[in-house]
């Protein structure tokens, strides 16, 4: 094969005083594209037991995003969203297939609430207007005058993306959706809450709208960043990921390894913390510690 043939080649040449050695790393997408042109059997079946891809009836199932959808509330329409004995917000989950965390213990006396859903983009929107729904109507039965707006949080890593050269992208959501859209100002992160929160103003149709096409927005660029991230990991051993700080921590990423992701945990930073120590001098006969 000519591939052995230059492995071998290669494999000990030497190049400007280094030696080179070679691995061949085979491609994976080839071998499933072969494999997925295996002949059939007599009734269209790959494998005995296997079943005819595009049977009538058949439903491919979406896999959830890892990212959430994050959603902050006014306090007082919590028990509406949760309903008697939680019976709203589990209809909602039964009928989005979502999985929804309403963070009401989290900061007590605070006038607004988080709310966390993770279901695949279809689920995430269909969760996400029924919350809206549910908050006009009982605006309406309390006779809650003020203006009632959709709020998203996202982490800062992603709102420079959505904003979109000279606010192009946010301008297009803002005309496409008929809405009015404004994001909270750097000023108000801190090292506890890298999120900044996106307002949109409009009815429940148009609000709708915009947060289908902001979470567009939004997972585009924590797929791209995945995806970097993940290939530069490959080429750099023993790069530590979430030591870098560069992704929500409601995320459950990077990057997607074995065991169930960490999305639906609340936003708290994670801490690497370096002990070092340098040499003392005459004068010195302590050390510094540094975190």
């Not at 080429?235 to 459950?252: Q, Y």
Request: net charge positive; with cysteine.
């Amino acid at each position: 094969m000519p591939i052995v043939v230059a492995l071998d080649k290669l494999n000990g040449f030497q190049l400007e005083n280094f030696t080179l050695k070679v691995a061949y790393i085979p491609d994976e997408t080839a071998a499933q594209q072969n494999s997925s042109q295996q002949p059939r059997g007599r009734r269209g079946l790959g494998q005995r037991g296997s079943s005819r891809q595009g049977s009538p009836g058949s439903v491919s199932k979406q896999k959830p995003c890892d990212l959430p959808l994050r959603l902050l509330v006014p306090t007082q329409f919590v028990g509406a969203i949760i309903g008697k004995e939680g019976a709203t917000i589990r209809n909602i989950t039964k009928q989005t297939q979502s999985k929804i965390d309403v963070h009401r213990k989290e900061n007590a006396g605070a006038a607004e609430k988080s709310i966390t859903i993770l279901s695949t983009p279809e689920g995430t929107s269909a969760a996400c207007k029924s919350i809206l729904e549910i908050m006009h109507k009982e605006a309406q039965d309390i006779k809650f005058t003020e203006e009632l707006p959709l709020k998203i949080l996202a982490h800062n890593n992603f709102v420079g993306r959505l904003i979109g050269k000279e606010g192009r992208n946010l301008k297009k959501i803002e005309q496409d959706t008929d809405t009015k859209i404004t994001i909270s100002p750097l000023q108000e992160l801190t090292l506890y809450n890298p999120e900044r929160t996106i307002t949109v103003k409009g009815n429940v149709e148009t609000c709708a709208k915009a947060e289908e096409e902001i979470m567009k927005k939004i997972r585009e660029s924590y797929e791209n960043d995945i995806a970097s991230m993940n290939l530069q990991a490959h080429l750099i051993p023993g790069l530590n990921l979430n030591a870098l700080g560069l992704f929500p921590p409601t995320s459950g990423m990077p990057p997607p390894t074995s065991g169930p992701p960490s999305a639906m945990t609340p936003p708290y930073p994670q801490f690497e913390y370096v002990q070092a120590w340098k040499p003392c001098n005459k004068a010195e006969d302590n050390h510094e510690n540094f975190s």
